[in-house]
T-cell receptor
Framework: GQQLNQSPQSMFIQEGEDVSMNCTSS?????WLWYKQDPGEGPVLLIA?????ELTSNGRLTAQFGITRKDSFLNISASIPSDVGIYFCAGLGPRNKLIFGTGTLLAVQP | DTGVSQDPRHKITKRGQNVTFRCDPISEHNRLYWYRQTLGQGPEFLTYFQNEAQLEKSRLLSDRFSAERPKGSFSTLEIQRTEQGDSAMYLCASSLRGQGAPTDTQYFGPGTRLTVL
């Protein structure tokens, strides 16, 4: 099935560092969502973006909906060990299907 | 405040057996979705309901798969004659679509991990 291009594939950082990841698509989306998934659990919604150009924050997380509507990025500032997990972007496609990215694995060393 | 719940959390079955999973959406959410996730991949859409009507089915949903949402509340996903390739995490999500609600912000349950031996 279709998946969005998400990069980087994995990141290994020290506690306290900032993190940036992005997601690109060949298709336009009207809604972008960012989720975090822990092993064996379902994705947990972090940030939802509804308008091109929108910049939204949730605590240490900031996400932007690209002007072209074909990309989005997520920044995490001052990372902590509990930020470890897999981060997925998702675009809301036709007929209400979420199209997910390939995921970014984040590891944080204390 | 209860989120989306799924039961069971884990299911191990032998090839050829039938399995059924249940999803309870967030209360008052009128849309319910099923996704499948295999190891190392993002979730892939299977089907969705608005109230009790099944409005969309993916080509991933073979004839062996059937989903229902009889009263517009909980949903079941049944897989008949399971195959080893059906081994995956089955995720349910729900959303509220209506006046004033953001467009289909989907909230996921914890998933059911299926292993077919």
């Amino acid at each position: 099935g279709q998946q969005l291009n998400q990069s980087p594939q994995s990141m290994f950082i020290q506690e306290g560092e900032d993190v940036s990841m992005n997601c690109t698509s060949s298709s336009i989306f009207n809604t972008w969502l960012w989720y975090k998934q822990d092993p064996g659990e379902g994705p947990v919604l972090l940030i939802a973006l509804y308008k091109a150009g929108e910049l939204t924050s949730n605590g240490r997380l900031t996400a932007q909906f690209g002007i072209t509507r074909k990309d989005s990025f997520l920044n995490i500032s001052a990372s902590i060990p509990s930020d470890v997990g897999i981060y997925f972007c998702a675009g809301l496609g036709p007929r209400n299907k979420l199209i997910f990215g390939t995921g970014t694995l984040l590891a944080v060393q204390p | 405040d209860t989120g989306v719940s799924q039961d069971p959390r884990h299911k191990i079955t032998k090839r050829g057996q039938n399995v059924t999973f249940r999803c309870d959406p967030i209360s008052e959410h009128n849309r319910l979705y099923w996704y499948r996730q295999t190891l190392g991949q993002g979730p892939e859409f299977l089907t969705y309901f608005q109230n009790e009507a099944q409005l969309e089915k993916s080509r991933l949903l073979s004839d062996r798969f059937s989903a229902e949402r009889p009263k517009g509340s909980f949903s079941t996903l049944e897989i008949q004659r399971t195959e080893q390739g059906d081994s995956a995490m089955y995720l349910c999500a729900s959303s509220l679509r209506g006046q004033g609600a953001p467009t289909d912000t989907q909230y996921f349950g914890p998933g059911t991990r299926l292993t077919v031996l």
